[in-house]
C-alpha cells in the first residue's frame, strides 16, 4: 500500500516553530517516526511538504496517476482558507484523513473554520505526531 503524504504551509519549520504548540520535533523526525513503526505492516509512504497552495493542488491531483492508494493530508493554514484543495480532494477518490498536530479547537476562533475537513474520511488532530500514527493506523486496518 502507497500512501500520500501531504503537509501545508510552515511545517517545514517544524521544530522551531511555536514548540509550545507544536513541539520540538521536525517534520522529517516525524517522518522516519511514521516509517519505522509502519513498515512491517507493508506500508509505504510519500512525504512532500510546500507553502504555496498551488503546488499541493497539483500533487493532490497527481496522485491517482501516480499509483497513491491513500492520502494524509495537514493542509495547515489552508484548513482554514482553501475552498481550491478541498475540491482537488474531492477529486481524488481514495481514503483520505486530515491531520492535525495541535487541537484547533483549543486555539483562535478562526482556526474552528475548516473548509477543507469536510473532504476527507475523518479529521484526526490534538495528538501531534500521533495523528498522524493514528491515521496511518486506521488506513492500514481498512485497506487491502
Ligand atoms: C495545524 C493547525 C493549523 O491551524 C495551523 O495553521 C498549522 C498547523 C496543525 O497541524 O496543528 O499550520 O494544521
Known amino acids: ?68 492508494d491513500g492520502l494524509i493530508i495537514n493542509p495547515a493554514a489552508f484548513t482554514h482558507t482553501s475552498v481550491a484543495i478541498y475540491d482537488a480532494l474531492l477529486s481524488f477518490d481514495a481514503p483520505k484523513i486530515e491531520v492535525h498536530l495541535s487541537n484547533t479547537y483549543k486555539r483562535e476562533e478562526f482556526r474552528k473554520i475548516k473548509i477543507t475537513s469536510g473532504a476527507s474520511l475523518g479529521v484526526i488532530e490534538g495528538f501531534g505526531k500521533y495523528s498522524y500514527f493514528l491515521a496511518f493506523n486506521y488506513l492500514a486496518e481498512n485497506m487491502n
Open 1 to 68: 500500500m502507497k500512501i500520500l503524504v501531504l503537509g501545508g504551509a510552515n511545517l517545514n519549520i517544524l521544530g522551531s516553530r511555536q514548540p509550545d504548540v507544536y513541539g520540538s520535533e521536525t517534520l522529517e523526525d516525524i517522518q522516519n517516526f511514521i516509517q519505522k513503526s509502519f513498515i512491517e505492516k507493508g506500508i509505504e509512504s510519500v512525504w512532500r511538504q510546500t507553502n504555496a497552495e498551488s503546488e499541493l493542488i497539483d500533487w493532490i491531483q497527481a496522485a491517482k496517476e501516480e499509483g497513491f
